[in-house]
């Protein structure tokens, strides 16, 4: 049974850091692309950041220079540390597998930035 656990999202003040975590079970992410999402009260769920079994990441335009996805393969976990924290990226944060059919969602870990 797949399973990702996120972790690691809480309260800051605006100009501070959080590092998420995605941990998983039943299966093995260093082998998967994965993706961070989040959602906003009234909005619908955007994409963040993603990284490939390589390496390689990609990030959304308003993240770009303060966010960076990176893996523990010995941990099967995946990060989101995030740096120059803003009021706007207040929301619930998402891991989600990418390459597998189908894809799995995390529960979710609730990020909220004070002005």
């Known amino acids: 049974q797949v399973q990702l656990v996120e972790s690691g999202g809480g309260l800051v003040q605006a100009?501070?850091?959080?590092?998420?975590?995605?941990?998983?079970s039943g299966i093995i992410l260093s082998v998967d692309r994965v993706?961070?999402?989040?959602?906003?009260?009234?909005?619908?769920?955007?994409?963040?950041?993603?990284?490939?079994s390589r390496g390689s990441t990609n990030y959304a335009d308003s993240?770009?220079?303060r966010f960076t996805i990176s893996r523990d393969n010995a941990r099967n976990t995946v990060y989101l540390q995030m740096n120059s924290l803003k009021p706007e990226d207040t929301a619930v944060y998402y891991c989600r597998t990418e390459s597998?059919?189908?894809?799995?969602?995390?529960?979710?870990?609730?990020?909220t930035v004070s002005s």
């Open 15 to 24: 100009g501070g850091s959080l590092r998420l975590s995605c941990a998983a």
């Open 35 to 52: 993706g961070w999402y989040r959602q906003a009260p009234g909005k619908e769920r955007e994409w963040v950041a993603t990284i490939t």
């Open 63 to 65: 993240v770009k220079g």
């Open 100 to 111: 597998t059919v189908p894809k799995y969602w995390g529960q979710g870990t609730q990020v």
